[in-house]
């Protein structure tokens, strides 16, 4: 059993205890808050320390691994602490800076969320079992409500560049984006791959409350597939009022991407997302917002 660790806030730890019992062969034992006044209390019977620092420092022997939700610069600080202690890490920074961890004996694992919605997994398994063909047309919206919550610009686009990137299999030749300057809360842009295959993606952060959407459709030489978010309206009907709820699979994607960690250090083998991975993504996100600034189509730089 892989005994974990969480740095985070309360708030996060209330949604990775919730899926707690999804879990195989892993249980949280450690807990540390990144601001002051979290509580743990949501994993279970854990050990609380009161900083990461003091959870490194005195309670580095209750945890196999740590997973670390923080800001990109307390992530980056905190998975060197980690991988110096031997701790396998899972974070969420995109800094250049781990791209040194990822080289050392320590297995690191980028937080790539967003790979793991059941539904994604399922287009990108039709495309390994080549039942899609190749890898022809991706189209992807993703709209938000705005307010607290949706992130930077830049934190909407990086998800759509690493789904691209992943489903194609490597990082696009040409990119061309366009945002209007009279709604800066959305942007289009287009990514073009070897073999002619091409992706246009549009992200809108001006949805009303409880609009937000999100699909994906991939369409190859001999098939097509699709995903989305599941936010579908079921009608329940028993007589009397009808009633419609709105289906969700949860955190699932949070399962299955701490799952895939569990089993890459139990299996000692690499993760399937790594540091190359968000690499490739940050460099494409740049050229999106190069181009969206410059109005021009930016060429793939050599070696993606």
Not at 7 to 18: K, L, Q, V
Not at 62 to 85: G, M, P
Request: charged share 20%.
């Amino acid at each position: 059993m892989i005994r974990l660790a969480l740095i985070s806030s309360a708030e996060t730890a209330e949604a990775y205890g919730s899926i707690s019992t999804r879990l195989h062969r892993t249980a949280w034992t450690a807990y540390a808050p990144v601001d002051s006044g979290g509580s743990g209390k949501a994993l279970g019977q854990v050990t609380e320390a009161a900083s990461a620092e003091e959870l490194f420092a005195d309670r580095v022997d209750a945890f196999d691994a740590v997973i670390i939700d923080a800001d990109q610069v307390a992530a980056e600080r905190l998975a060197k602490v980690a991988s110096a202690n031997g701790k396998p890490v899972l974070a969420g920074a995109t800094g250049g800076s781990l791209a040194a961890l990822g080289q050392a004996d320590t297995l690191l694992m980028p937080a790539h969320p967003w790979r793991f919605l059941p539904s994604v997994q399922s287009v990108k398994g039709s495309l390994n079992d080549g039942k899609l063909g190749q890898a022809g047309l991706l189209r992807i919206h993703r709209w938000l409500p705005p307010g607290e919550g949706v992130g930077s610009l830049a934190e909407r686009i990086l998800p759509d560049a690493d789904l691209a990137c992943w489903l194609f299999g490597s990082a696009p030749e040409t990119v061309w984006s366009l945002q209007s300057a009279a709604n800066p809360e959305y942007i289009q842009f287009h990514l073009g791959f070897a073999n002619d295959g091409m992706a246009m993606i549009d992200i809108a952060a001006s949805l009303p409350s409880g609009g937000d959407y999100f699909s994906l459709t991939m369409i190859g030489g001999t098939g097509a597939a699709y995903a989305d978010d599941h936010h579908n309206m079921n009608l329940l009907y028993s007589g009397g009022q009808p009633n419609a709820i709105r289906a969700s699979q949860g955190r699932a994607d949070l399962v299955g991407q701490l799952q895939e960690f569990v089993d890459a250090i139990s299996e000692q083998r690499a993760p399937s997302v790594t540091v190359a991975d968000t690499t490739r993504a940050v460099e494409v996100l740049d050229q999106v917002l190069e181009s969206a600034k410059s109005r021009q189509v930016i060429s793939g730089k050599e070696g993606n």
